[in-house]
């Protein structure tokens, strides 16, 4: 039995794939992944922000107090939020090559075509062996027209893979008007893969300080559908790989997304909450499903499930939607509400 898959053209062990999170922050943790059987990981995100900020801070640093006194030598450069640095970075995916055979895959968060080029190429050199496009963008112009915004994909795309010859993955969100199109057009101008989908992260207010204030909510096993339809739709349509992330918890969901068409499954809220040896168990339970579901091979499950390939393709379209509304028990909800 055999779990060895392909990803952004890369061979990897397994289809377990530790997603970009503050676990990989750690050499130590990187290394763990791959001996509990990660196929590849995703390293934290540099945020286009950080490469914003370090231009405009080599500037504001070296002409800091110069209309002052000589006490100005002995300035200190002003607190930042984030943990590290873009030099930083480069240093730990290098770090981490030297730990590690299996494929370290760097991860760029941002909005905007910006200093990616130039830092793509410069996480290339550190020994990435793919790249993850994390464009991570909340349109609020109202006059912003949606090719607009698609075409902002486009030019970030383009730009990074005319600098780089590693492979690039473009991470979605899932808000678009037609994602099959927009996912066809970033395959068509080259991308490597699709990780399907990035979680927004939304705003929540605090009514004792009356200030909106970030929290994070872990996904739950129900955030997989989304993915999971989506996945199904386009495999067989586009190129490029297929990652599935969010809401991938155990065997099951892993099973489910390999028979629609992902390539890999990307884990992360679980791993905060069950600990990277949770891998391990989920390699076990997903060896265990295919000896007795008679698999030999995860290749010889994906797509299997797929739009182009399963009975009835219209459950991934409105048919299941009618299904669900006409299966429905409305004593469910009077069973809630009695606890």
Known sequence: MTLTTTYLGLELKSPLVPSASPLSEEIDNIKLMEDVGAGAVVMHSLFEEQLTLEKHELHHHLSYGTESFAEALTYFPEITNFRVGPEEYLDHIRKAKEKVDIPIIASLNGSSVGGWTEYGKLIQQAGASALELNIYYVPTDPDLTSQDIEQNYIDILTSVKAAVTIPVAVKLSPYFSNTANIAKRLDQSGADGLVLFNRFYQPDINLETLEVEPHVLLSTPQAMRLPLRWIAILYGHIQGSLAATSGIHNAHDVVKMLMVGANVTMLCSVLLRQGINHIQCLEKDLREWMKTHEYESVR??????????????????????????????????RICTSF
């Open 300 to 333: 010889q499950m994906q797509g299997t499930m797929s739009q182009l390939n399963c009975p009835n393709p219209s459950t991934f379209e409105r048919a299941q939607y009618m299904k669900a509304l006409q299966t429905y028990n409305p004593d469910w909800g």
